[in-house]
Nanobody, 115 residues
Framework: QVQLVESGGGLVQAGGSLRLSCGAS????????MGWYRQAPGKQRELVAS???????RYADSVKGRFTISRDNAKNTVYLQMNSLKPEDTAVYYC?????????WGQGTQVTVSS
């Protein structure tokens, strides 16, 4: 079965950085696009960044120039480097495979940015 384990979240001051990791199993990681999503309290889950199997990337306008998504197919892991963090980045962050037809979610990792 598909399993996704996110880690790397925490409490950071505005302007700081965090690197999120997501270990994946239960599907062929290398041929699937992967996405990072986030959900803030009272808001809908939104796409933050995605990366294709060919390493093409796209970002939400709100994080362009600050966040970088990458992947390591040998480790079945996708990363999200987050720099210049803002209080509005506070949310639970989730990774998910984009090409399986069914949406799978892990437990997420909490990111809290203090002002």
């Amino acid at each position: 079965q598909v399993q996704l384990v996110e880690s790397g979240g925490g409490l950071v001051q505005a302007g700081g950085s965090l690197r999120l990791s997501c270990g994946a199993s239960g599907f062929i990681f290398s041929i699937n696009a992967m996405g990072w999503y986030r959900q803030a309290p009272g808001k809908q889950r939104e796409l933050v960044a995605s990366i294709t199997s060919g390493r093409n990337t796209r970002y939400a306008d709100s994080v362009k120039g600050r966040f970088t998504i990458s992947r390591d197919n040998a480790k079945n892991t996708v990363y999200l480097q987050m720099n210049s963090l803002k209080p509005e980045d506070t949310a639970v962050y989730y990774c998910t495979p984009e090409d399986l037809g069914t949406r799978y979610w892990g437990q997420g990792t909490q990111v809290t940015v203090s002002s």
